[in-house]
């Protein structure tokens, strides 16, 4: 164990992995218009999901429930239903990569 002055009582492995996130966030951050980043978009996303999924504590499947058909309506709104307000599908121009109207009043 190990003790810093700004992390307090920490072991070497949570320090090692600690540097080792933040370079690998650098370097996405660095290289994310390249080519290949996706795949560090996609592992810095999948860390995120766990990361929530271990500081959310769900008291039942009730909740659970509740929580991932809000989600599904939320995509449902972006996908189907933003066309109608923003003249374009706002997920499916992500998607593609295209640029989106810098002014948000010239949607409409």
Same mark, same amino acid.
């Given at each position: 164990m190990?003790? *810093?002055?700004?992390?307090?009582? %920490?072991?070497? !492995?949570? #320090?090692?992995v600690l540097i080792f996130a933040w370079a690998f966030a650098i370097f996405w951050a660095t290289t994310r218009k390249a080519s290949y980043s996706w795949i560090g978009q996609d592992i *810095?996303?999948?860390?995120?999901? %766990?990361?929530? !999924?271990? #500081?959310?504590q769900l008291p039942n499947i009730k909740v659970?429930?509740?929580l991932l058909s809000c989600a599904f309506l939320y995509d449902i709104f972006w996908v189907f239903l933003s066309?109608?307000?923003?003249?374009?599908?706002?997920?499916?121009?992500?998607?593609?990569?295209?640029?989106?109207?810098?002014?948000?009043?010239?949607c409409f």
């Open positions: 190990l003790n *810093l002055p700004l992390l307090g009582e %920490i072991s070497i !492995l949570s #320090l090692v *810095l996303g999948i860390c995120l999901m %766990i990361t929530v !999924l271990q #500081l959310a659970a429930t509740v066309p109608a307000i923003f003249h374009d599908s706002v997920m499916i121009a992500v998607a593609r990569g295209e640029k989106l109207a810098e002014n948000p009043s010239q």
